[in-house]
């Protein structure tokens, strides 16, 4: 038996195993997950590994071949689904293989705290003097693994260890606070024949056992929270786990209760942002299979469910999904890949599903369940409204007169709105009149915003300075701030409506723990006629007395040189207006230059599939997802030269081992967004034919690439190319 170790497999930077023997008496404690005692290196001194992988044979000279000691953890502390998991992520993303396991191994693994070190066995075994006594003290009670002894006795606890003498496990769980207590409610309705159909062809697929993707595509309020929680209680009641991912927690506190209300299992929430404490007990409730749930945004995917039985992703298009720092995984991938380690379905939800996935969806190759109505009420009226042409009849103001005398209507009758836009602060550009310069910021290449405050922010680095009014370049006082932020919104409004009262959600009214609640409570309780806010306020909400949305200007995401801009803007729009009339009926209008573009037209309808159509041809035409594979190859450095010369360098491997894929490469060139926090950036753009060639080069090009005055990132299926 041979065991593959990996040492340091908490640096991220690690790429490397190591094949160890397994000596006969070992064999039947080492397992895939456990860590383990081995001898490295030159100098042979003892280190710590994690085995990842269990074999029968190695391309090594068995006599060359080192053994392992002695195997110290009693259960894996990563499962072997785990492990494979980061095997995937490895090679699909073109990682190093310490950067996917960070993913999996949460860094309170190697915290002592959570272990205690027990004997084997419960029998007395001869030792010598110290050893003995040791052993004794042991063989009597567990010591916790961070006790004053354990640390005091460390190379003769070690040499214990060396022996196959103790091993180490999870201390038992005492402290379980939120013990589930018995209050399951239960709604007074029964599913509609859409809800039905489509519970059935979850439960199936967990039935037969087998991975399949099956997309939920339902309307705002058509009822897709009730199909999960009903495929959750299925499943778990099968004595399996689920994860159930959402885009982001702190906008999803309702849901989390009613799924908390629901289940007869202990739920845990789990996410980067919980304190170490918090993460570790919902760490262990999972691993100890108390708690069968775990909700949670990108991360949870890689949360340690026991026997994981289903994987549901509400909310599947939004793209907090994709990590927007390296390594760049897409947790919607990694749940796709997590589910076919497992043979589990996933459910990808969404009212307005991800272009690549409905294609697969209409073509067979993903299982496709339509809720088309909403439960309760009738979708929103949309008015789209020509801005060129408010312009043209005199109008100058930011508000057009549609959406000012909607707004009217609802303060007269007691009726809440929702004004939307996709931009913080008070103004995004600042111009001098008299000799054009813009302000930009010191590190990136991107304008500066004005803030009510007084300064001049970056929102890509939090770069800020005083705004003086006068030109750094030419000293003119003919300083003028263009463009509207959520802070002039708002001011503006004041000045039309003087009694309204208004609350604010953006980054910069919720940067306190708490806030975003707090704000949406206030508005819940009707402190507030109008919320102002950003994508924040998009997602989720629900306010019976809520039935105006204006979206102030839907031409912000349409603009951006990105090939899902119109995606983007489709499912912003569409989600902005699922705010509206969620008990009563409701309007929406939308302010546009662009009032013919397609992706607003067909969100104006209400109409997922006209937008498809579209976008699909365009797609085609271009060669785009889901007609291509892309990677992105960025090249990052503080110096532009060095930064260039390692673009160079990508560009030459590519150009070898394109040869031999279907692939077309475009660039070196510099990136639409060329520097970031000091950081100048280079890609090349890469559209291949199939799947496979793309993850053969990608891995290629990154064993490849040594030019170290430069660091290399690979973005496989980026969410854009900025
Ligand atoms: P979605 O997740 O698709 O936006 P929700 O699951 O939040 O929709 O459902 C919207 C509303 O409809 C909720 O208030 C929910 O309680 C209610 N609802 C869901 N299913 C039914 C049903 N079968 N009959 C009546 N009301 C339902
Ligand atoms: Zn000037
Ligand atoms: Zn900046």
Known sequence: MIAEVCIN?????????????????????????????????????????????VKEDTNIEKEKLKRIFSVIDKIPVVSEEQIKLAFSIRDYYALKLGQALELVIPPFISNKDIYQISAKTDQEIDLEGELKEIYKKILKRPISANSKFAKENKEKIISLFLKGLLKYELKPLKSLEDKKENMLTEPQYGLTDEQNRALDVIKTAFDEGVYKNILLFGVTGSGKTEVYIQAMKYVIEKGKSVILMVPEISLTPQMIESVKNRLNTTVVVYHSKMSSLQRQMAWLKLKSGEAKVVIGPRSAIFAPAKELGLI?????????????????????????????????????????????????????????????????????????????KELLEGNKSIFSRLLLSEIE?????????????????????????????????????????????GYLKCHYCNYKEKYTGICPKCGSKYVRQYGSGTQRIE????????????????????????????????FKRKEADILVGTQMIAKGLHFPDLTLVGVINADTILNMPDFRSKERTFQLLTQVAGRAGREKQGRVIIQTFNPDDYSIVAASKHDYESFFREEIKLRKAMG?????????????????????????????LLEEYSKTA????????????????NQYRYHILVKFKKALQMIDVANKIKERYNYNNAELIIDVNPWNTL
């Open 9 to 53: 497999y908490q640096d991220a930077n690690v790429d490397k195993t190591f094949d160890y023997l397994v000596p006969e008496h070992l064999e039947e404690l080492v397992e895939v997950g456990k860590r383990v005692y081995v001898n490295f290196g030159v100098s042979n001194r003892v280190v710590e590994g994690l085995i990842v992988n």
């Open 491 to 522: 001011d503006e409004i004041k000045m039309y409506f003087k009694d309204a009262k208004i609350l604010r959600m953006d980054k910069d009214t919720t940067t306190r723990k708490d806030a975003i609640e707090e704000i949406l409570n206030r």
């Open 409 to 453: 209507k609802n303060l007269q009758k007691g009726e809440q709105v929702l004004l939307f836009l996709n931009r913080r602060g008070y103004s995004p550009v600042v111009i001098c009149r008299e000799c054009g310069y813009v302000y930009m910021c010191k590190n990136c290449s991107i304008s500066l915003t004005y803030h009510k405050s």
């Open 624 to 652: 785009y997802p889901p007609y291509a594979y892309i990677v992105n190859f960025v090249v990052v450095s503080q110096n532009e030269k060095y930064a260039q010369r390692g673009i160079e360098n990508v560009y030459r």
């Open 312 to 388: 549901i992703v509400d909310e599947e298009h939004e793209p907090s999904y994709k990590a927007e720092k390296s390594p760049r995984i897409n947790a919607v991938e990694v749940a796709q890949m997590r589910a076919k380690i497992n043979n589990i379905p996933v459910v990808l939800g969404s009212a307005t599903p991800m272009v690549e996935h409905y294609y697969w969806a209409i073509s067979g190759k993903y299982l496709l369940c339509t809720l088309k109505s909403r439960v309760n009420m009738t979708m929103p009226e949309v008015f789209v409204v020509d801005m060129k």
């Open 662 to 677: 279907d692939a077309k490469i475009y660039g070196p060139s510099e990136s639409p967004i060329f520097k970031v926090e």
